[in-house]
Nanobody, 125 residues
Framework: EVQLVESGGGLVQAGGSLRLSCAASGFTFDDYAIGWFRQAPGKEREGVSCISSSDGSTYYRDSVKGRFTISSDNAKNMVYLQMNSLKPEDTAVYYC??????????????????WGQGTQVTVSS
């Protein structure tokens, strides 16, 4: 079974940076996508970014474009989310998720089949 483990969250001041990591295991497919989602208290889970393992295509929600960068190391089954110029509204629990759906780029939670436990990101003003 696919397992995902996030790390790298923490407390940072506005304008600062954090790098989240997602370690994926338990699968042999080479055609999949990993997405990053976040959920703030009282809000719905929202897609942040995703990357395809087959061609490296990346997608971002508008509010993080130019500030966040997703990358992957397929040999290590690792995906990273570099977050720069962080804002208080980026505060949330961040999750990585895995799918083989061709619709992965829509960044809808229901499309993703496996999820990590989440890592807290807190941005202070």
């Amino acid at each position: 079974e696919v397992q995902l483990v996030e790390s790298g969250g923490g407390l940072v001041q506005a304008g600062g940076s954090l790098r989240l990591s997602c370690a994926a295991s338990g699968f042999t497919f080479d055609d999949y996508a990993i997405g990053w989602f976040r959920q703030a208290p009282g809000k719905e889970r929202e897609g942040v970014s995703c990357i395809s393992s087959s061609d490296g295509s990346t997608y971002y929600r508008d509010s993080v474009k130019g500030r966040f960068t997703i990358s992957s190391d397929n040999a290590k089954n690792m995906v990273y989310l570099q977050m720069n110029s962080l804002k208080p509204e980026d505060t949330a629990v961040y999750y990585c998720a895995w799918t083989r759906s061709r619709w992965y780029y829509i960044l809808t939670a229901s499309i993703y089949d496996y999820w990590g436990q989440g890592t807290q990101v807190t941005v202070s003003s």
